[in-house]
């Protein structure tokens, strides 16, 4: 099967190439480096001739109100492209509870994103995930005034890229799910005790401090961004990780 993976050089897509190229799958890495470009178009078609799947990673630059255009139009052209193409199945990651989160410009945009790859010709599968693992230090960053790092309650459910990749490959190369896959991490903790237990296993000197005002998860409400029903659970515990 040839899979074409957009964002295919980026933290989950290199690791999805990789995850199917294992599986003895034809995985071809699509991004800037390689010529594509899904914003203008270029070497789009070029990337998706002869694709049997279509696995959609890449990002906006930005998280402000820019990200909804970004998504726009780079699902625009996706999605006209591998029509033309003849692409049988269509793949995005998105976030958990995205669309309990209006406050939040890049979380309305990954919900634009998922509604237009719904109403679009092409099978599709929507794989959701908790927040990843490795974000958490920028998370810390945002917040963090000399030696004090002010976070939110938040209840956060932090999953590991490769348990995500490992999910995005599996859904890729399975029939399409017309519908929303979600996946987050084993354990919940509120952001402010994820801070805590991410420096004391650096020795960062840091202290946390609870403030439900401070940075953008201040915006999410209640356990929105935590998995519910039959979400898969992925195997990798955050302290494993951190270790």
Known sequence: MKIAVLGGTGLIGSKVVKNLKASGHEAVPCSPSTGVDIITGKGLEEALAGADVVVNLTNSPTFDDASAAFFQTSMDNLLATAGKAGVRHAVILSIVGAELVPEL???????????????????????????????????????????????????????????????????????????????????????????????????????????????????????????????????????????
Do not use: C
């Open 105 to 243: 410009d890049y979380y309305r945009a990954k919900v634009l994103q998922e509604d237009i790859l719904k109403a679009g010709p092409i099978p599709y599968s929507i794989v959701r995930a908790t927040q990843f693992m490795e974000f958490i230090d920028a998370v810390l960053s945002w917040t963090t005034d000399g030696d004090t790092v002010r976070l939110p309650a938040t209840p956060i459910q932090p999953i590991a890229a490769q348990d995500v990749a490992d999910a995005v490959a599996e859904v890729a190369v399975g029939t399409p799910l017309n519908g929303t896959r979600d996946i987050g991490g084993p354990d919940v903790f509120t952001l402010d005790e994820l801070g805590r237990v991410t420096l004391d296993a650096r020795s960062d000197s840091r202290t946390v401090v609870l403030d439900d005002t401070a940075g953008m998860f201040a915006a999410v409400h209640g356990d929105v961004l935590t998995t519910k029903g039959d979400a898969r659970l992925a195997p990798t515990h955050y302290t494993e990780w951190l270790s």
